[in-house]
Each structure stands twice: as structure tokens, then as C-alpha cells.
């Protein structure tokens, strides 16, 4: 087993090395940079002339390096971030951007794995559901309930809640984590309560599409199972249906959605990304969007980085999972 997760781990170092090459570069692409949008800054708001703005500008871009070679950038980047965990420097915040990932990035993981397992809980249960009483009333109601929640851009959702929670509901701090007097103060159970109490729409919309994709997986993986030759067989010998579904079937259906789970937390953290972006939530998802208007490259390009190495990290603990379930998997 330590072999296989080895091989598995050794596998995803060249993998993140190339997800890191895409996320520097393809954050490049855009015209411009963060000196020209200092430049402007300065004549619009300073009172400089072109050619003041325009002299700040290029010493900006020699102090910081911009001037160099994108694949010098890169290695200086890439190198650092390997030899001394540092990340680099924000522009717009002016910190270090491993502040930046302290602050965000927890919080971003924990509501996106709440998202994700309770995703996986009820659309699992529910596929098992429906998988025993296919083709009747009940399957064809909870086929549509999917096919919506599958479909339906995760953001309309979001702006949908948003209005419901704004114009119906008259709820405050839409836009917060916790209440005011819970900002500052020490994680407790109490702190923790008054984080559901504000992010439960999030969940709510997260979770209705994830459960939607593993309820269908499930459905299906369970429908094939049941047609299989020794679950049959298992019926014959006079096993009850009890113990046929959960000693044969169900764990057998289990292999198809644990490798859905590689794809699956990508997707959540994806998910609440967009839902933060809609409710202006102090995580991820504003920051990135506001580094790509502010072409703040470094803390565009390090939380990139990290989003990819979750579909990384995913897989792995996926495969892990898939070998203690099924011995086979270990020796591929």
C-alpha cells in the first residue's frame, strides 16, 4: 500500500509542475500589467505628467523585475515558492502573498469540504434510494430534481438566494462570515454556529448541484450493480434483500462514485468560489477576481496554483480510498 501511494505522489510532481507553468503564464496573456495601472493612478489621481507617470512606472517594473524574461519570472516565482514557501508579493495588498493564503484560503476549504460532504452524504443515500424503486413515480420526480440542480449555473442559484435573502427575508450581513461581536473572538462552538448561521446559503446552493451529480452517479452505478450475475446469484441462495443490497451491491457501486470524488472537491471548491463571488464573501473567490482587474499577477496566478493542486490532491486521496476498497487497484 505505501508503494502504491508512493508511485501516486511521485506521479503528481511533474503534473504540478505543468498545472504551475499554465497558471503563470495564462495569467500573463492579458495586455498590460500592474505598472500601467499604476501609471494611470498616478496622472489621474497624483496630477503627474505623462512622462513623471510613465518614469514611476519603469522603475516600478525594474525594482520588482517585470522587465525580465517571462520564463526568468517564472523560474524566480516557481523557485522560491519551492525553496522558501514564499509565494511572492501583492501589489494591490501590499504583503506577502502566503498572508493573503493564511487569511482566505482555510476558510475557503472548510466551507467548500462542508459543501462536499454533505453533497456526498444525501446524494449517495438518495441514489440508493431511488435506485431500488427505479422507473416509478418517486425515480422520475428525483431524476428532475437532478437534472436541475446538474444544469442550473451555481451562480443564478446564488443571485436568486441573494434576492430571496435580501428583499424576502430582510437578513443582514449578507456579505460577512460572522456577526460583528464573533469577528475577532476566539474559535468556539459558539463562533462556529454563528458561521453556519451565515454561510447555510452557501451550503444550501453548493450542495443541491453536488448531490445532484452523485445522485445521479450513484443511481447509475447502483443499476448496473444490481443486474450483475452474482447478485443474482446472492438472491438465489436466499439472502434477504437487505443483505444482498448492502453486503453486495452497495459497496460495489461505491468504486465508480470514489473515484467521482477526484473530480468532485474540485468542483465544490469551484462552486463555492462562484457563490462567494456573488455574496462578496471574504474568501477565495473576491480575491482572485479582484487580482485579475487589478492584474495582480502573483496572487492570481499562487491561489491558481493552489485551486489545481486540490484536483491533485483529489485524485490521490481518491485512488487511496478506491485501494483499500478493491486490493486490484494497488497493483496498477
Same mark, same amino acid.
Given at each position: ?11 503528481? +510532481? ?22 500601467? %495601472? ?12 505623462? %512622462? ?60 467548500? !469540504? ?15 434510494? +431511488? ?22 449555473? %451555481? ?6 438566494? $441573494?434576492?430571496?435573502?435580501? #428583499? ?20 468556539? $462552538? ?54 444482498? $443490497? ?10 465508480? $462514485? ?14 463555492? !468560489? ?24 502573483? +496572487?492570481?496566478?499562487? #491561489? ?25 487497484? %494497488?497493483?496498477?
Amino acid at each position: 500500500m505505501l508503494r502504491f501511494i508512493f508511485k501516486r505522489l511521485l506521479a503528481a +510532481v511533474p503534473l504540478l509542475l505543468a498545472l504551475s507553468v499554465v497558471a503563470f503564464f495564462l495569467i500573463q496573456l492579458p495586455p498590460g500589467d500592474y505598472a500601467d %495601472r499604476l501609471k494611470s493612478q498616478a496622472i489621474s489621481m497624483s496630477g503627474m505628467s505623462e %512622462r513623471e507617470a510613465q518614469e514611476l512606472a519603469d522603475r516600478f517594473r525594474e525594482e520588482q523585475g517585470m522587465n525580465r524574461p517571462l520564463p526568468v519570472q517564472y523560474l524566480t516565482w516557481i523557485g522560491n515558492i519551492v525553496t522558501k514557501g514564499d509565494f511572492g508579493h501583492s501589489y494591490v495588498y501590499n504583503k506577502p502573498i502566503a498572508e493573503l493564503i493564511n487569511d482566505r484560503l482555510p476558510m475557503t476549504l472548510l466551507i467548500a !469540504l462542508m459543501c462536499h460532504l454533505g453533497a456526498t452524504l444525501l446524494g449517495t443515500l438518495l441514489g440508493i434510494f +431511488v435506485a431500488t424503486r427505479p422507473y416509478g413515480w418517486v425515480d422520475n420526480l428525483v431524476t428532475v430534481f437532478a437534472f436541475i440542480g446538474m444544469t442550473t449555473p %451555481r451562480f443564478v442559484l446564488a443571485l436568486l438566494m $441573494l434576492y430571496l435573502l435580501v #428583499f424576502h427575508l430582510g437578513s443582514v450581513h449578507v456579505a460577512a462570515l460572522f456577526s460583528p461581536e464573533y469577528v475577532m473572538a476566539p474559535w468556539s $462552538l459558539a463562533k462556529f454556529g454563528n458561521l453556519l448561521q451565515h454561510i447555510w446559503p452557501v451550503l444550501l446552493v453548493a450542495i443541491f448541484g453536488g448531490m445532484a451529480h452523485h445522485l445521479r452517479v450513484m443511481r447509475s452505478n447502483m443499476l448496473d450493480v444490481m443486474q450483475a450475475q452474482y447478485v443474482e446469484t446472492a438472491r438465489a441462495k436466499g439472502l434477504s434483500s437487505r443483505r444482498v $443490497l448492502f453486503k453486495h451491491v452497495v459497496p460495489n457501486a461505491l468504486h465508480p $462514485l470514489v473515484m467521482f470524488q477526484g473530480v468532485a472537491l474540485p468542483y465544490m471548491i469551484a462552486g463555492e !468560489l462562484e457563490i462567494a463571488i456573488v455574496f462578496a464573501l471574504p474568501t477565495v473567490g473576491p480575491l482572485i477576481v479582484s487580482g485579475m482587474q487589478d492584474q495582480d499577477v502573483f +496572487v492570481v496566478a499562487s #491561489f491558481m496554483l493552489l485551486l489545481a493542486a486540490t484536483l491533485v490532491i483529489g485524485n490521490i486521496i481518491a485512488d487511496i480510498l478506491l485501494a483499500l476498497l478493491d486490493p486490484r487497484v %494497488r497493483l496498477s
